[in-house]
Every structure is written in structure tokens, then in C-alpha cells.
């Protein structure tokens, strides 16, 4: 364990933004794996009350084909393939996209980055990033969700076993979305601030140095 410390450490070293989005795309692996198991788990519990009957579809954005309304958030009532799922997909969904980045912030923040930036800005920042991209994933997932369950659980028949391949294919899309997009956003707002004590440290030189002139 050891050596292998050194030797990451001896490659961080000589390539920190390597290093860096290596670590990212561990960790980022490690949240696919916890919402892989977390969402279809608090969807199969929301899909047994009365919430998948109770529509969710706000911020219509014009119609799509045929004349239907496009909603961002678009889950009609019943469940899939033939309802969009309802309020119980949209909560599943979700609850499973805040635990895994508030779990990914603090990682990726401490591990990764070993940011020592203000801790509030930085979340105050990811918040915005967080919400900006949630609204983005759900006009992508407009697109797809439908098509995707509808290829598991009819095209090929596959039933119930059918959705929880779709659970998890959409779950993936999510995740690459997220990748791509968190990582240059936390190269912003990570920072790596020196110490004070380092700059009081240089002060200190600098007075010495310009006593020694005069």
C-alpha cells in the first residue's frame, strides 16, 4: 500500500491535472455504482403508493410533435413504459441525484482537489451548478426516458426485469452528463489557496530582505 501511495503520489506530482481527473473519474465511478443501487431502490418504494399516479409536468416549453405540450420536468401519471412515472419517478430521481453529488462534493473537494477555499462559496456554487444541470438533464431526458423504457419492457418483453435495465440505462446517461460537466466546474471552484501561515512566512522574508538593503 505504501509503494503504491509513492507512486501515485510521485505521478501527481509530476501530472496534477492528470492525477486529478483520474481521482475524479474514480470517485465519479463510485456514485454511478450508488445511484445504480439507491434509484431503482426508491423508485420501487414510491411505486407502490399513490404518488406514480400523481402527475409532475411543469416549465412547458412550447410542444413537441404532434402538438403535445414539452414540459422540463415532464412525468405524466401511470406508470411506465405507458405514464411517465409520475410524482414517485421524479422524487426517485432526485433523492438519488442529491445524495450521490452531496456525498461527491465533500470527496471530490477533499480528495481530489484538497481544496482549501471556503467551503460555503464553493457550495454556493456547486448549488447553482447542481440546479443549472438538473434543468438541462431533464429536457435530455425528455428525449430519451420513454423511448428507452419502452425498448426494454415492450420492443423486447423483458417485463419487469425490462425496467430495471432501463433503471439503470438511464441512470448511466445521467451519470455521463454529469461527468462531463462537473469536472471543469470543480476546477473552478476548488481552489488550492496557500496557507496563511506560508504567506506570513514570505512577509517575513521580504522584510528581512529589505532591512538588509537599507
Not at 152 to 159: A, K, P
Not at 180 to 196: R, T
Amino acid at each position: 500500500m505504501t509503494t503504491i501511495r509513492a507512486v501515485w503520489n510521485r505521478f501527481a506530482d509530476r501530472r496534477p491535472g492528470l492525477a486529478q481527473l483520474v481521482m475524479f473519474s474514480l470517485l465519479s465511478t463510485g456514485m454511478t455504482v450508488l445511484q445504480l443501487i439507491l434509484m431503482p431502490a426508491i423508485k420501487w418504494a414510491f411505486g407502490r403508493t399513490s404518488l406514480v399516479d400523481t402527475a409532475f409536468q411543469v416549465f412547458q416549453v412550447g410542444d413537441a410533435a404532434g402538438g403535445t405540450p414539452f414540459y422540463v420536468f415532464d412525468y405524466a401519471a401511470g406508470a411506465l413504459p405507458l405514464g411517465g412515472g409520475g410524482l414517485a419517478y421524479f422524487l426517485a430521481v432526485q433523492i438519488t441525484l442529491l445524495v450521490a453529488q452531496v456525498i461527491n462534493f465533500f470527496l471530490q473537494r477533499s480528495i481530489t482537489f484538497k481544496s482549501t477555499s471556503n467551503v460555503w462559496w464553493a457550495a454556493f456554487w456547486y448549488t447553482v451548478a447542481y440546479v443549472v444541470i438538473s434543468f438541462g438533464a431533464a429536457v435530455l431526458q425528455a428525449f430519451y426516458k420513454e423511448p428507452v423504457y419502452t425498448l426494454f419492457m415492450e420492443t423486447w418483453g423483458l417485463g419487469a426485469s425490462g425496467e430495471a435495465l432501463a433503471d439503470v440505462a438511464t441512470m448511466l446517461i445521467n451519470a455521463c452528463v454529469s461527468f462531463w460537466v462537473f469536472f471543469p466546474i470543480f476546477k473552478l471552484i476548488f481552489k488550492q489557496e496557500p496557507a496563511v501561515e506560508d504567506a506570513t512566512e514570505e512577509v517575513d522574508v521580504l522584510e528581512r530582505g529589505e532591512a538588509a538593503v537599507r
